[in-house]
């Protein structure tokens, strides 16, 4: 089969190689892959900047795929042949990433596809919506009636965190440039512009001083320390970008709880692998009742060129979810 191989993360570059056809092993289906979803993680695992989840080389990078169910590795029950499916399934350590032509995955971390998305659409979604769902349900269990803020609102995880929290009946704001308020609020999102707002003008603004009872964090940096400001006390703050140093004072005084995600671990350590499935499952059941929908970049990319994509992804500038197409 045709793959994308890196052998050297100093020169990170893809080697497109024809490699062994995988075979599905217990527990596994072999998927023929449509699509490949793009994420920052990607980038920064080909480039050597990532040691906390990279493979050894030579590798296949990519972790979200959308595609086809081709053959049933021994005990699967859950999928048939032919099962269009999709999930977050490889890329790291010694999982096979979704640069390739087929992968054989661990049945637990897929689910069927949205009937009523196409396979680039499909791709677009897991890693986003499950960095989005394990923050706003499994940690801080998002309800109706609650104000919730997502810090980077228009991004990949802020766009699927914005309707996650809508779907469970939350109010929601989102922090956005004004180029992006269209987009968050197109989600049912509250846009506020982060350049002409500070987090005590938006705090006073859209809570009378309250704060918000949960604040998901996308961005990093300063933005968390605003998010401890812009909680309520007893209040919840959420990251999927907590790489920094941070001075937890203004949050510990008034009692907040502060959660780390990282969605790649239950890969890494084999832990919790079947609620990623499970999760899928709720992404697919919400975006068929029309509650979710991915946000793609208008850009269409294929193997022959997935460092192009790779260097989109990396200049910030696209608005929505990269997708390589491998058909």
């Not at 996650?164 to 987009?183: C, D, H, L, Y």
């Not at 949960?214 to 999927?240: F, K, M």
Request: charge should be neutral.
């Amino acid at each position: 089969m045709r793959a994308l191989v890196v052998n050297d993360y100093n020169k990170g570059k893809f080697i497109e190689t024809q490699v062994p056809r995988p075979v599905a092993g217990p527990g596994q289906v072999l998927v023929r892959i449509l699509a490949s979803g793009v994420n920052p993680i990607d980038y920064k695992i080909r480039t050597g900047v990532a040691p906390y989840a990279e493979p050894e080389l030579p590798a296949i990078l990519g972790a979200d795929l959308a595609g086809v169910v081709e053959a049933l590795g021994e005990g699967v029950t859950s999928f048939k042949v032919g099962d269009e499916v999709y999930g977050m399934t490889g890329g790291i350590r010694g999982l096979p990433g979704t640069l390739a032509e087929y992968a054989a995955v661990h049945a637990d971390l897929l689910a069927p596809k949205p009937k009523n998305l196409s396979m680039r659409e499909a791709a677009a979604v897991p890693l986003v919506f499950l960095t989005a769902w394990e923050g706003l349900v499994d940690r801080a269990g998002v309800r109706a009636g609650q104000r919730v803020l997502i810090q980077g609102g228009a991004g990949g995880v802020g766009h699927m965190a914005v309707q996650i929290a809508r779907a469970r009946g939350a109010q929601v704001f989102a922090t956005a440039s004004a180029e992006k308020r269209g987009i968050v609020e197109s989600f049912g999102a509250t846009a506020i512009d982060y350049r002409k707002s500070t987090v005590e003008d938006y705090v006073v603004e859209h809570t009378n001083f309250t704060g918000f009872d949960v604040v998901y964090d996308t961005v990093g940096g300063q933005i968390l320390d605003d998010s401890l400001i812009a909680a309520r006390t007893y209040g919840h703050v959420l990251s999927c970008y907590a790489f920094s140093a941070h001075n937890l004072a203004r949050g510990a005084l008034r009692c907040v709880t502060l959660s780390g995600i990282y969605v790649l671990l239950p890969l890494l350590s084999g832990e919790r692998r079947a609620h990623h499935g499970e999760i899928m499952r709720a992404a697919t059941r919400l975006i068929e009742e029309g509650k979710v929908r991915p946000l793609l970049d208008s850009h269409h990319y294929t193997l022959a060129d997935a460092h192009a994509a790779h260097d989109a992804q990396e200049s910030g500038r696209i608005i929505g979810k990269l997708v390589i197409d491998i058909a």
